[in-house]
């Protein structure tokens, strides 16, 4: 059971915007970095965001990610066919002195 | 260039200690702020993180497996390897290992493809 709640599926038309939520608690989202992960079907998951808003080189700036207090959000802007995978967001808990990952969001394409 | 390679059985059965090795280039675990992360994915599940070791040798683990888990390094062939005793279907996942590192606060940046392990008798 992960400590890091995200909804199980989102949907959009291609071109349209999507907002995915992480929900997490002072341990964790609240005093650490949040990393967000796309995960597309039968590959490696990919570093789509880190420091809870920076882009590693090579991702497009159609993905964004924002924190709020115990909470942070993934977004995603002129949606594609191919974004439709599994997003994860994931930081370190300090209570459990572990990286925790959140319980994934799929997001589809209608 | 990073990249990152799990090896190891694909099978294993219940009860067995399950050995996966981590063949990385690109980066040195003696560099300060370099770590390697074991994560796995059940089939249909959620990532779920496992342990990580750094380049000053501390060991994290995920805390309902730690007492199953081992991880250790050999910098000298650019390996981690993670060991898990007494395996159980339940274990059966994508394992993958993965680069995290100061320059991006730790977050894991780069992955490797994965290794499928299927525990059944």
């Known amino acids: 059971q992960s400590v890091l709640t995200q909804p199980p599926s989102v949907s959009a038309a291609p071109g349209q915007k999507v907002t995915i939520s992480c929900s997490g608690s002072s341990s964790n989202i609240g005093n650490n970095y949040v990393s967000w992960y796309q995960h597309l079907p039968g590959a490696a998951p990919k570093l789509l965001i880190y420091?809870?808003?920076k882009r590693p080189s090579g991702i497009p700036d159609r993905f964004s990610g924002s924190k709020s207090g115990t909470s942070a959000t993934l977004g995603i802007t002129g949606l594609q066919t191919g974004d439709e995978a599994d997003y994860y967001c994931g930081t370190w808990d300090n209570s459990l002195s572990i990286f925790v990952f959140g319980t994934g969001t799929k997001v589809s394409v209608l | 260039q990073v990249t990152l390679r799990e090896s190891g059985p694909a099978l294993v059965k219940p009860t067995q200690t399950l050995t996966l090795t981590c063949t990385f280039s690109g980066f040195s675990l003696s560099t300060s702020g370099m770590c390697v992360s074991w994560i796995r994915q059940p089939p249909g599940k959620a990532l779920e993180w496992l342990a990580r070791i750094d380049w000053d040798d501390d060991e994290y683990y995920s805390a309902s497996l730690k007492t199953r888990l081992t991880i250790s390094k050999d910098t000298s062939k650019n390996q981690v390897v993670l060991t898990m005793t007494n395996m159980d279907p339940v274990d059966t996942a994508t394992y993958y290992c993965?680069?995290?590192?100061?320059?991006?606060?730790?977050?894991?940046?780069?992955w490797g493809q994965g290794t499928m392990v299927t525990v059944s008798s």
């Open positions: 993965a680069r995290a590192s100061y320059s991006s606060s730790y977050a894991v940046d780069i």
């Open positions: 420091d809870n808003n």
